[in-house]
């Protein structure tokens, strides 16, 4: 299983990182529509996808616009869009009101249920984060692997036992420690406290995701922090790909 991130910054794009968009093409996934979302259409394996979002804020959903032509092309025939109903409504009520983009791509939208069985036979569950407004973490078990893609929340710990035994947790974490006091001020995470939930929680490997745009350095979050704590910790760039 391979995963492709697409866009790994938070906020805003920059010259480095395009935001919230990770994809898993052999399972015909992808978790969130940032701007990162303009490259899923060179990925695309499958001929539907299942688009997993986690909230409605415009870094995480602006993507979805992208999708139009590849699915007027007929590049990617049926996608199925999940989230909450407040998620979906928003989607729906503003990013595709006739001001904003007048043409609502064809798609499938559904509401998450407590558990989605996935065409490769996967089951993706999800956990509620700490964010303003709301925000979902999401977590997909197959027979031999599993993956958890945690972003935007406080890492408070809360959902410990959601993640805990996943072969790769991807995490936000938008704050370097000298940063620390913003994370609970702005729903946010900071590298300390990841590095510790992903050891506490005994997962394989951890990617940190969605950083601050305006650090669009080699090292934003303070890397080998993270790995003294954690030593099997990466910084996920766009366009890497992952073997899990």
């Excluded at 699915?71 to 869009?81: C, D, E, N, S, T």
């Excluded at 109903?85 to 559904?110: K, N």
């Excluded at 991807?170 to 050891?199: N, R």
């Excluded at 990617?207 to 669009?216: C, E, I």
Aim: with cysteine.
């Amino acid at each position: 299983m391979r995963i492709h991130f697409l866009g790994t910054g938070g906020y805003h794009p920059n010259e480095r990182r395009h935001t919230a968009c990770v994809m898993l093409p052999e399972a015909a996934v992808v978790l969130d529509a940032g701007t990162g979302a303009f490259r899923v259409a060179e990925h695309v394996e499958t001929d539907e996808l299942h688009v997993f979002m986690s909230h409605s804020h415009l870094d995480h959903i602006v993507g979805l616009t992208y999708f139009l032509v590849p699915m007027a092309l007929g590049q990617i025939k049926r996608v199925f869009l999940y989230g909450t109903q407040s998620t979906l409504d928003a989607i729906r009520q503003h990013l595709f009101s006739d001001p904003l983009f007048p043409v609502l791509p064809a798609f499938e939208f559904v509401p998450l249920a407590d558990r989605v069985t996935l065409p490769d036979g996967g089951v993706l569950s999800h956990c509620p984060l700490n964010h303003p407004g709301g925000s979902k973490g999401f977590r997909i078990d197959w027979p031999d692997r599993s993956l958890a893609y945690i972003t935007d929340t406080i890492c408070d710990g809360t959902y410990l036992d959601f993640v805990h035994g996943a072969d790769v947790l991807i995490h936000e974490c938008y704050f370097p420690d000298s940063q620390a006091q913003w994370a609970d001020k702005t729903g946010h995470s900071f590298t300390t406290a990841v590095a510790h939930l992903a050891c506490d929680a005994g997962v394989g490997r951890l990617f940190l995701v969605h950083v601050d745009p305006q650090r669009p350095d080699d090292d934003p979050i303070g890397i080998e922090t993270a790995r003294g704590i954690f030593p099997a910790t990466d910084l996920a760039e766009d366009r890497m790909i992952v073997e899990f």
